[in-house]
Nanobody
Framework: QVQLVESGGGLVQPGGSLRLSCAAS????????MAWHRQAPGKQRELVAA???????NYADSVKGRFTVSRDNAKNTMYLQMNSLKPEDTAVYYC????????????????WGQGTQVTVSS
């Protein structure tokens, strides 16, 4: 019913930039908060950045001042602009969204994307 698809990952040198996208599709009535998480090999998944439907944002301390999360509600899409990338940013980045569907308008469920790999290396 609902699908989240991330794109924009890849290999970049330290100090470089990437822009990730997360597009939601399906029988969507509304999207509440959205967030980016990441998981590096051997580590737990961690919150990177989140944004509410009204545009309020919060960030992990490790990415503040370097990453910017935004969303286009008309396109059901969230973005993550990543600048000044470091090797420790290497991870699989996942999109998370709280979505209310037309089939279940009394509840909001969390949906995850499949992830996109970001590798920062020279």
């Amino acid at each position: 019913q609902v699908q989240l698809v991330e794109s924009g990952g890849g290999l970049v040198q330290p100090g470089g930039s990437l822009r990730l996208s997360c597009a939601a599709s399906g029988s969507i009535f509304s999207i509440n908060s959205m967030a980016w998480h990441r998981q590096a090999p051997g580590k737990q998944r961690e919150l990177v950045a989140a944004i509410t439907s009204g545009g309020s944002t919060n960030y992990a301390d490790s990415v503040k001042g370097r990453f910017t999360v935004s969303r286009d509600n008309a396109k059901n899409t969230m973005y993550l602009q990543m600048n000044s990338l470091k090797p420790e940013d290497t991870a699989v980045y996942y999109c998370l969204a709280g979505i209310t569907t037309h089939q279940a308008m009394w509840t909001t469920q969390n949906y995850w994307g499949q992830g996109t790999q970001v590798t920062v290396s020279s």
